[in-house]
Structure formats: C-alpha cells, structure tokens
Antibody, heavy 121, light 107 residues
C-alpha cells in the first residue's frame, strides 16, 4: 500500500523558516518524481515544486522561487520542502504527492493527507 | 505562465445527469492535462491523465477529451459520490498550473 506522511508543519512568524518532510512507503521511491502542492483555506490547488526521481531536476512556482527548496533523500525514502522567508500568503495545507513517472510529469497519483502551515505573528 | 480557466465555476446537477466540465489553456499544452477530483476535507484524487487516459480504478463513467487549448471532463451518469470539486492541471511547462476548480453540487 502506498503511503505518504507529511510532518514538520505548524505556526510560524513571518520571515521564519520551516522544513516539511514526507516519508513514503509502498513503492520504490527513487523511481518516481515527487512534488508539493498546497491549498489555502477555502481555495483551490496550487502547484508548489517538483523534483525528479534522481533529484537532479527541480522546478518551482514563481511565488516560492528563491525561498523554497525541494529535495529528497532516496536512501531514507523521504521528500523535503525547506521553506524560508515565509509570508502570510504561504499559509496553506501542504500536500506531498507522488508523480506517475521517474521524470517530472506533474501528474500525481498518490497524495499525503497534508500538513498545515500557518504564517502569522 | 500558462493560465488554466475552468468553466463553469460551479454547477448543479442531478443523479443520472450527464455533466461536462471545460478547461481552457491560455496557450497550447498538447495533451499534458490532468483532471483531479476533491471531496470536502479529502485529498485530491487523480481521475484522468494525458487528457484522456483513465487512471486505474476510476469508474468508466469518467472520461476526458481534448488537446491543444480546449479540454473536457465528462461524467456520463452522475452518481451520489461524484458531487465534489474538480480541477484541471497542465504539465506542459512550469509552473504546472491548476485551474480554479469547478464545484459540482446536487440540484
């Protein structure tokens, strides 16, 4: 059974940093690209970042470029999202998601339950 | 950036109805289009990828079509469990933008 479990969220002040983790099981992690998608309260889905299976390619939404870093540790079956210089508009439920292929096709067939990030003073 | 526009934003329909949701891209995205379903408080579910390929386990009443800039998601006969929000997403070029969503409600 495929499982994705996010952790590391919480309440953080503007300008602060958080690192989200996503521990996965049930599939060969290194063989699939991964991504992060977020959803602000009452809003739609927003793609945030993606990383290839090897970790060699990464892509970001314009709204987070230069502030967020996606990475992965294939030996630990874990995906990360380092979030710096957080803003109120980053407040959202962050989903970790498995892509359908090794390369980034940004078509996500499995999703975690999501982790809440709230940026507020 | 490629803008994805869904229509309608909301829709009321009855069980058994045939429903079509449209997604339009601001430029051609070939067939790099995915459809998701999301129920309130739940995780998004992949329905259709590559514009028209049905994800394993998804009922055959769901179908997708289109290429270039215009795409449709069709539910051939609405079931009670289909009332949800639906999102399209392009994966032709980064950023991989979503449409704003279509909320399908019971009439």
């Amino acid at each position: 059974e495929v499982q994705l479990l996010e952790s590391g969220g919480g309440l953080i002040q503007p300008g602060g940093s958080l690192r989200l983790s996503c521990a996965v099981s049930g599939f060969t992690f290194k063989n699939y690209a991964m991504g992060w998608v977020r959803q602000a309260p009452g809003r739609g889905l927003e793609w945030v970042a993606a990383i290839s299976g090897s970790g060699g390619r990464t892509y970001y939404a314009d709204s987070v470029k230069g502030r967020f870093t996606i990475s992965r540790d294939n030996s630990r079956n874990t995906l990360y999202l380092q979030m710096n210089s957080l803003r109120a508009e980053d407040t959202a439920l962050y989903y970790c998601a498995k892509d359908r292929a090794l390369i980034i096709v940004a078509s996500f067939d499995y999703w975690g339950q999501g982790i809440q990030v709230t940026v507020s003073s | 950036d490629i803008q994805m526009t869904q229509s309608p934003s909301s829709l009321s329909a009855s069980v058994g109805d045939r429903v079509t949701i449209t997604c339009r891209a601001s430029q051609s995205i070939s067939s790099f289009l995915t459809w998701y379903q999301q129920k309130p408080g739940k995780v998004p579910k992949l329905l259709i990828y590559g514009a028209s390929s049905l994800q394993s386990g998804v009922p055959s009443r769901f179908s997708g079509s289109g290429s270039g800039t215009d795409f449709t998601l069709t539910i051939s006969s609405l079931q009670p469990e289909d009332f949800a929000s639906y999102y399209c997403q392009q994966s032709y070029s980064t950023p991989y933008t979503f449409g704003q969503g279509t909320k399908l409600q019971i009439k």
